[in-house]
Nanobody, 124 residues
Framework: QVQLVESGGGLVQTGGSLRLSCAASGGTFSRYVVAWFRQAPGKEREFVGGITWSGGGSSYADSAKGRFAISRDDAKSTVYLQMNSLKPEDTAVYFC?????????????????WGRGTQVTVSS
């Protein structure tokens, strides 16, 4: 059983940056794919990006490409989401999720473990 805790959210102006962290405990973290999702009020949860076991591969939603970057430090059991050039439409609760698989998938239902989320608000 893996427990995930997100941190690093907050209020930032348009064009600013934030780095979110997802700290894991329990399980063999290095054997889990980790992804970031976000959910804005009144909208469905959407895939932002994910990273493979070894960190050798990552994939991103079109909205995140070129602005966001995911990395992982398995020694610290932590995955990071670096967000640059933030826009008001990036405002949402950001969740990290994990699945015991070598493959990143975009469907939220395919992830077994979830954190409680951290709020990101981008002001215009």
């Amino acid at each position: 059983q893996v427990q995930l805790v997100e941190s690093g959210g907050g209020l930032v102006q348009t064009g600013g940056s934030l780095r979110l962290s997802c700290a894991a405990s329990g399980g063999t973290f290095s054997r889990y794919v980790v992804a970031w999702f976000r959910q804005a009020p009144g909208k469905e949860r959407e895939f932002v990006g994910g990273i493979t076991w070894s960190g050798g591969g990552s994939s991103y939603a079109d909205s995140a490409k070129g602005r966001f970057a995911i990395s992982r430090d398995d020694a610290k059991s932590t995955v990071y989401l670096q967000m640059n050039s933030l826009k008001p439409e990036d405002t949402a609760v950001y969740f990290c999720a994990a699945r015991r698989s070598p493959y990143v998938v975009t469907a939220a239902l395919r992830y077994d473990f979830w954190g409680r989320g951290t709020q990101v608000t981008v002001s215009s």
